[in-house]
């Protein structure tokens, strides 16, 4: 029964780890964009719902009407202004950019927050689970997230498929070039994408801040998480990204079955297996 309940919590865990994948995924499958602040940009919704939490005295999960266009509204500016100057065929600009941002970032949130770890009550959802029966069950927070990865990926699905400028996205990951020459503006097509994306990390960093502790210097490990469900479910997969992130999941939870100092290296890993017998990940994008 362990054994089965470690599969389970990977499995939920792994909704999680898809939600930091998602917005990874989008930029690199669209903009060939590599960006190492990535899991900075999670710990700063995470810190914003925080602040909004102690400001407001509203639940955090309300947070997200507000982190959400916050970090949409900062990923599109900060792409149409900084970020697109340093895209392009090399991705040695994008990733010292960022690397900067990181870094950045890092030492103001350490400057306005300390060092200490953090974390945001959800009330009952806490302690709220859903029997499975024996000794199985399901918390409601991890279920959530879960659920919510689910519905995440399958909106930006039906986006990509269904409207214009979905269409417009998946015609500049296949060539941006073309779709420069046909009159649409990339600058504006590679800011839509950076504002999804960080829409996406606005809504993993309120549920980081429910979920578990947090601090400054927990980005760059929230970034490997991510590099690694993105790289096991195939570049430019979006719902790669989810099997790639319960995967991660699952082996880290029957890593932390067997010993808890095994939990992270497991997940590793695993991941390094895939990559050495299949670099292209499970589920790539299939182009054309």
Known sequence: MAWINAIIQGVLLGGLYALFAAGLSLMFGIMRFVNLAHGDFIIVAAFATLLMVDALAIHPLVTL?????????????????????????????????????????????????????????????DTAALPLGGDLAI??????????????????????AHTNTGRLLRATSDDAEIVGLMGADRRHLFA???????????????????????????????????????????????????????????????????????QILAGHLVFLLILVFRPQGLFPRQRG
């Open 65 to 125: 009407v507000l982190v959400v266009p916050m970090m949409a509204a900062t990923g599109y500016f900060g792409q149409r202004l900084v970020l697109n100057r340093v895209v392009g065929g090399d991705l040695l600009p994008s990733i010292l950019v960022t690397f900067g941002f990181s870094v950045i970032l890092q030492n103001l949130m350490l400057e306005a927050f300390s060092a200490d770890s953090r974390r945001v009550s959800a009330g009952w959802l």
């Open 139 to 160: 918390g409601a927070v991890p279920l959530l997230l879960f659920l919510t990865a689910i519905a995440v990926l399958g909106a930006l699905s039906w986006l990509f």
């Open 192 to 262: 839509v994408a950076m504002a999804l994306a960080s829409a996406v990390v606005g809504i993993a960093g309120v549920l980081l801040a429910i979920k578990t502790n947090f601090d400054p210097a927990a980005g760059p490990i929230r970034l490997l998480f991510a590099f690694e469900a993105v790289i096991i479910g195939g570049l430019g997969s979006l719902w790669g990204t989810l099997a790639g992130g319960v995967i991660l999941g699952v082996a880290q939870g029957i890593g932390a079955q067997i010993d808890p100092g095994f």
